[in-house]
């Protein structure tokens, strides 16, 4: 019997992982599909209980349910009791898996440009896709973390957790030669006219700046880092890969992560550049 998987989120016309997802499918010869579905808040229980119903082999979850999915799954894998937020689930043949992919995508797009592990990283934000990235650098590896939030105790619990530092984003200004790598995980870049979460004034030359926001491809951030002569990562690539180790849990295949790159930032108007 043909399989489906399936996006949910409201809003969800925007999302681009049906087209990720189905090219996948086509490249490997899968027969299977992959629709999105708008579900509203209210109806995210129902919903669920109607995909089980026509048999879904597993589906992703984007705003607004990536938290409130939880207390409807069989149990979560360590990624997504960390988090305590899920964007993919899988059946494992007895019960619906949660799990949390964007932390990993993200390490995995990094790790494609000139990163040593023992690179000192900044992280700035601590919400929820900051918790993920912090976690997946401490499984990664890298051992030399510092946090940095507008709300600073906030900052301070997630490096707590992970055996990192914190500190204001004042400091994290003044001492932002220090550091190789800077990862911007905020809202910022979503709107424009945006102030910075921090000044890049201090940003030294070859600094690898990640921005995990891909539309736009360019935000206010990485333009700046760009001036500065930073190494620049958009989002595209955590979006592909948290993608690819979807893919590789329902399928257990591995699919092209460089090609989809590619047609996404192609997609999104941009044009590629082989690292």
């Given amino acids: ?115 040593d592990k023992t690179a000192k990283v900044l992280l700035i934000g601590a919400g929820g896709a900051a918790r993920g990235i912090a976690f997946a650098l401490k499984r990664a590896g890298f051992a030399d973390i510092t946090i940095t939030n507008r709300t600073f105790r906030r900052a301070e619990e997630l490096a707590a957790e992970i055996g990192a530092s914190a500190v204001t984003l004042l400091e994290s200004e003044e001492r932002l030669a220090e550091f190789s790598v800077v990862i911007q995980t905020t809202s910022v870049g979503l709107s424009t006219g945006e102030a910075l979460p921090i000044s890049l004034e201090r940003i030294k030359a070859g600094t690898v700046a990640a921005d995990i926001i891909y539309t736009p491809l360019v935000t206010p951030f990485l333009e700046k880092a760009k001036e500065k002569n930073c190494v620049t990562v958009n989002g595209v690539g955590m979006f592909v890969y948290q993608g690819a180790i979807a893919f590789e849990k329902w399928t257990g295949v591995q699919p092209n992560t460089e090609k989809m790159i590619q047609l996404i930032t192609e997609k999104l108007g941009g044009t590629y550049v082989n690292n």
């Fill in 1 to 115: 019997m043909k399989k489906w998987y399936a996006v949910i989120g409201d809003p969800i016309a925007h999302s681009l992982s049906p087209f990720m997802h189905e090219t996948w499918f086509d490249e490997h010869g899968i027969d299977a599909a992959y629709i999105p579905i708008h579900v509203e808040p209210e109806h995210l229980e129902k919903s669920f209980e109607a995909m089980k119903t026509l048999g879904i082999s597993g589906f992703n979850i984007t705003l607004p349910h990536k938290q409130s999915i939880v207390p409807f799954l069989g149990s979560l894998d360590e990624s997504a009791m960390q988090m305590n937020t899920v964007n993919t689930v899988h059946f494992d043949g007895k019960e619906f898996v949660g799990s949390n992919t964007d932390g990993d995508g993200f390490v995995r797009s990094l790790l494609v440009h000139p990163v």
